[in-house]
């Protein structure tokens, strides 16, 4: 629990309707909490497969003979199950919050905490960091990555100043880019604005949405009839997307209905949207906008 305290632990294994004999994955293992979860309440029979790309995250590696880790992205899932010889499993669980070792490790670049060389790779192995990414993208696409990723609406004066700062001297740290952009910090309201800015970054450096958007669209083919999903998603971008998949198998639009305005989905929701109790974000304080949904494969 030092590298990463799993939020809605319980919750989200228990949204998974776990058969002692099935199989499971996990592809945001990052500290292995819920995959420990998972794996407590497997019979000997049972499967779990977790997926993490930061190399970080292999220290935790649970020596266990129904586990298997695989540092790769999510965005493989399929892929990767296919080469191990999985065609299809009965739950797929995804928390997608940075973890607390991620955001402790001040080299890691993705904290406005400290000071350090801009990075917030996930996959250190990735070509696109933070610092490549703010000296090197223009005007017009900083002002798209803040609009788009942070909901900024000072996204254009924000990349008008970064662009005419790195004229002067490229811009290598976090604190670097605060001093940068402070005169742009409203008073009293510094700290939200700058992890507005640092969530929108790390979003872009990461393909975040892409990664998304791919990884759902792979759960329904995946997951056995009455399979679960059990997703904890964090901040409006993500959990807007996850539950309009969920709800009509798609991210923009609407489905194609039949003749008697009906139309089929591949997934169904399962109960309400769950979120922390306030004596969980009282002990885990970074708990506090995580929003968990289940579904299940209808058929």
């Known amino acids: 629990m030092d590298y990463h305290s799993p939020v809605l632990l319980k919750e989200t294994v228990k949204g998974l309707d ?8 996990d592809v945001t293992f990052g500290g292995g909490g819920h995959s ?20 970080d ?47 402790d490790q001040p080299e890691r670049g ?14 250190q192995q990735d070509v696109l960091s933070a610092h490549s990414l703010v000296n090197s993208y223009d005007e017009e696409a900083l002002r798209q990555v803040f609009w788009n990723y942070g909901e900024l609406r000072t996204a254009t004066v924000l990349a008008k100043t970064i662009v005419q700062a790195r004229e002067l001297a490229p811009i290598d740290t976090t604190f670097d880019l605060k001093t940068i952009l402070k005169k742009h910090l409203p008073h009293g309201r510094e700290n939200k ?18 990664v ?15 399979g679960r999903l059990s997703i ?40 309400r949207l769950i979120i922390p109790t306030s004596a969980e974000i009282k002990s885990n304080n970074r708990a506090r906008s995580a929003k968990l949904r289940i579904a299940q494969k209808v058929n």
Not at 214 to 223: E, H, K, Y
């Open 193 to 210: 604005i700058l992890a507005q800015i640092y969530q929108a970054i790390r979003i872009e450096v990461n393909q975040e949405i892409e």
């Open 18 to 25: 776990i058969k002692e004999d099935g199989v499971y994955v």
């Open 57 to 103: 995250a292999l220290l935790n590696i649970i020596d266990d003979p129904r586990f298997l880790l695989i540092n790769e992205n999510f965005r493989f899932m399929q892929r990767f199950l296919r080469y191990h010889g999985v065609k299809s499993v009965d739950g797929i669980l995804a928390d997608f919050g940075v973890s607390s070792h991620q955001f």
């Open 212 to 226: 998304l958007k791919a990884f759902l669209l792979q759960t329904p083919s995946l997951l056995k009839t009455n």
């Open 110 to 123: 993705f904290s406005i905490r400290f000071d350090a060389l801009l990075d917030m790779r996930m996959n």
């Open 36 to 55: 420990r979860e998972i794996l407590a309440s497997l019979g000997p029979n049972g499967r779990l497969i977790a997926f993490d790309q930061d190399r």
């Open 232 to 271: 904890i998603s964090y901040h409006s971008l993500e959990d807007r997307l996850v539950k309009r998949f969920i709800r009509n198998g798609l991210f923009e639009g609407e489905p194609e209905k039949d003749i008697f305005g009906n139309f089929e989905v591949p997934l169904k929701k399962v109960g």
